[in-house]
């Protein structure tokens, strides 16, 4: 993979590109991930779930469950114990489980069996007999049953939006139109490690080991419906296997998890098989999306309407807001209407998967583009550049920074685009199979979540200076670890050698979930703060001494460096770290305050400001012309995502989030059996992702700058923007290629032979 470090200036200030700190660890299995917590003498537990897709429990009989051997606890909405429905901005459904006997979905857990062994539980779990009053499954966007819902959007902005007038200007002369609708399906997050719970009671205190995006979120809803107060509850998850979402809300497994180890008084180890992964935790809903442009004759859009369509289950709270994570923000035009409906389903209950509502959206909205940019003649880059939006359409905010043009002049030499011949078919490769070249734009907003931090300075053995940082967050798989680690070795000015940091346990300063992009931005300002607070601190003990080179100075007038906290404009006039704590206490700490109003409550000045990543996707293709299986030869991804910690780990993001992105354009699709609404390919040998040979090249570039109106650090995250905009250049690739458009997602060579 290439770095930024070749590429011409102006590039974003990166620092260094570190390996993983726990990269070792992880390859040599060493790590310890939910299920395989040190807890001693835990006992299994083995969900049952509904086979029906709608109706009700009208009788179950577990006799011969509770009479199996080793078998301890048998839960069913009979005997499960009363808990509280509270919190609900946590939960990723509206109801708790086990907690009546309604059935909205096939795969809904109605019952759990504990015993002292997994396999004894998981025999037992088969005795259960249940019998079901049946009602006729409601499936799919277009299934007139469906109950619709025009929701009004609150985190995402709105989602029913209309400014100017789009019908007005679609009619005026001269215009060029674009209205075409596209699809995607259920797609499911498929992280490599199921989600887990190990959870075990010990004097009234509840400890949960959760595979989990966001361990404080997790231990204020346990102790919400446990009726606890959250220092009785102790959430960890030093490690997590992949996520991509669906870690991120809260599950009902593991309340599950936590009522079984109270049930039987032992601690309880619950993993969801790949099969419940498909039901139980969400999934990126179905998407159908109408997309119509109108364009004058330069190519400057006068219009753009996107109506989007996603579907959830009567107990998800999900929504996927395709038109306002693309269209509202992508590209200047006087007249923008969106609009999102949602049908609710008798399929599982929805979920975000990374971008949720950006990579739908800008699916539909990036192959628009690209016909839009045929139907004029017009080069699709040049397209973008014609519309270009300095400001937010939809808020008429100017955005914090934005180099998407960068991205797009700097992608295009990386990949050659000027070589392309645009006219479709026209470009072969060495063996005969048909060459296509697309591109498209990605995007993804900022955010942060409120969080602390704190960083202690103490004496190493050795007679050195260390640091550990630590927060309330999490490390997905994302490279957190490493990041933070360099993070904390730059405030306080010490070597990355001499630098930990720890994550993943709610008894560390509270943060938020990791989600959204989130961490990175709303982590590094909490450690950035920290550290003054060190510094403070660390000033304070310094002027203890008399005679201190820093008497008389304040804590904004120091700064760590080269381990020694010394004068801002006189670095020579300072002390040596280790001279501040010899004879200490066992460490100086700095810890930031807690900012409960948090980020997407910014401070006046930001609020005058849209914070947004751009990014630019080029790609090229090879379709054989006899049996039009896609191949996906090369990517090259330009991304502008404010400062850059570390390219390596960067870079790694974009690069797996193209190669998600891959899959959804070509391969996966969640399929349910339209008679019982049961997912067909709930496995990872039919449900299908893209795999190492599968990836060919790709090159990830990063460009820009700091943005620091955003936090003190300058960075907006990047966990998710890489997988916008890339199903849409595949697309745009292979209608260049084989000039044949596919419009649903995946684009399978099934799809590519079907009469035009
Ligand atoms: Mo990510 S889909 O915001 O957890």
Not at 1 to 26: F, L, Q, T
Not at 210 to 222: E, F, I, P
Not at 442 to 469: C, E, K, S, W
Not at 499 to 505: N, P, Q, T, W, Y
Request: aromatic content about 6%; overall charge neutral; glycine content about 10%.
């Amino acid at each position: 993979m290439a770095s930024a470090s070749d590429s011409s200036p102006p590039v974003a200030p990166v620092g260094e590109p570190r390996d993983r700190v726990d990269g070792r660890a992880k390859v040599t299995g060493r790590v310890v991930y939910a299920a395989e917590a040190p807890v001693r003498n835990a006992v299994h537990a083995v969900l049952v779930s509904s086979t029906i897709a709608r109706g009700e429990i009208t009788a179950m009989d577990a006799a011969s469950v509770e009479r199996s051997p080793g078998v301890l606890a048998v839960l069913t909405p009979k005997n499960m114990p009363k808990l509280e429905y509270v919190d609900a901005k946590f939960h990723a459904e509206k109801r708790l489980p086990l907690g009546d006997l309604r059935i909205y979905y096939a795969g809904q857990h109605i019952a759990v069996v504990v015993a002292d062994t997994l396999e004894r539980a998981l025999y037992a779990s088969t005795l259960l007999r249940v019998s079901y009053r049946e009602e006729p499954p409601v499936l799919g966007l277009g299934d007139p049953a469906a109950k619709i819902e025009w929701p009004k959007g609150e985190m995402t902005g709105p989602l029913q939006f209309e400014k100017g007038d789009v019908d007005a200007a679609l009619s005026g002369t001269g215009v060029v139109t674009v209205k075409q609708t596209y699809s995607t399906p259920i797609e499911t997050h498929n992280p490599m490690e199921m989600s887990a719970t190990v959870a075990y009671w010990e004097n009234g205190k509840l400890t949960v080991w959760d595979s989990t995006q966001a361990v404080v979120n997790r231990q204020k809803a346990l102790a919400a419906v446990f009726g606890l107060k959250p220092d009785q509850v102790r959430v960890l998850c030093p490690f997590v296997g992949g996520a991509f979402g669906c870690k991120g809300d809260q599950w009902p497994h593991t309340f599950l998890a936590a009522a079984a180890a109270q049930a039987v008084g032992k601690p309880v180890k619950l993993m969801l098989t790949r099969q419940q992964m498909f039901t139980g935790c969400g999934h990126r809903p179905v998407t159908e999306q109408t997309i119509t442009l109108g364009a004058d004759g330069q190519g400057r859009l006068v219009a753009l309407r996107h109506e989007s369509k996603s579907d959830d289950s009567e107990v998800g709270k999900h929504i996927e807001p395709c038109g306002a994570g693309s269209s509202a923000i992508m590209y200047a035009t006087p007249n923008l209407a969106y609009t999102h409906r949602v049908s609710r389903t008798n399929i599982a209950s929805a979920t975000f998967m990374r971008a949720p509502g950006e990579n739908p959206g800008t699916y539909a909205l990036e192959s628009a583009m690209d016909e839009l940019a045929i139907a004029l003649k017009m080069d699709p880059v040049e397209l973008r550049l014609v519309n270009y939006a300095d400001r937010a359409p939809h808020n008429g905010l100017p955005f914090s920074t934005s180099n998407v043009k960068e991205c797009y002049r700097l992608g295009a030499e990386k990949f050659g685009w000027s070589r392309r011949n645009p006219e479709p078919g026209s470009m072969r490769a060495p063996d005969g199979a048909r060459v296509g070249w697309g591109m498209a734009t990605a995007t993804y907003p900022a955010h942060r979540f409120p969080n602390q931090a704190r960083i202690r300075l103490m004496l190493d053995r050795d007679g050195g200076v260390r640091a550990i940082g630590a927060a309330a967050t999490q490390d997905l798989g994302t490279g957190a670890y490493t990041v933070f680690t360099q993070m904390t070795a730059m405030l306080v000015g010490l070597p990355f050698e001499r630098v930990k940091f720890e994550l993943g346990d709610s008894n560390l300063p509270p943060g938020g979930v990791s989600g959204g992009s989130a961490t990175t931005a709303g982590v590094g300002q909490a450690m950035s703060e920290a550290a003054g607070k060190l510094r403070q601190a660390m000033l304070k003990r310094a002027q203890e001494n008399s005679g201190s080179p820093l008497a008389g100075l304040t804590p904004d007038q120091v700064v760590f460096q080269g381990g020694r906290i010394v004068a801002a404009n006189d670095p020579s006039r300072g002390v040596e770290l280790s001279a501040v704590l010899k004879g200490g206490p066992a460490y100086i700490e700095g810890l930031n305050e807690a900012n409960p109003a948090g980020a997407d409550n910014l401070p006046a000045k930001q609020k005058a400001y849209t914070f947004q990543s751009f990014g630019a996707h080029f790609v090229e293709v090879a379709v054989d012309e006899r049996l039009p299986i896609v191949r996906v030869k090369r990517v090259v991804s330009v991304m502008d995502v404010g400062r850059v910690i570390n390219p390596k780990t960067a870079g790694s993001q974009v690069q797996g989030a193209v190669i998600m992105g891959m899959g959804q354009a070509l391969l996966e699709e969640t399929h349910y059996d339209p008679r019982t609404g049961r997912v067909v390919n709930d496995n990872l040998a039919d449900y299908v992702v893209c795999v190492n040979p599968d990836v060919r090249s790709i090159e990830t570039y990063f460009v820009g700058e700091p943005d620091l109106l955003f936090n003190a650090i300058g960075c907006r995250g990047v966990g998710e923007i890489g997988i916008t905009g890339i199903a849409a250049a595949i697309a745009n690739a292979v209608y260049h290629a084989t000039g044949r458009r596919v419009r649903d997602l995946p684009i399978t060579a099934e799809k590519l032979m079907r009469p035009a």
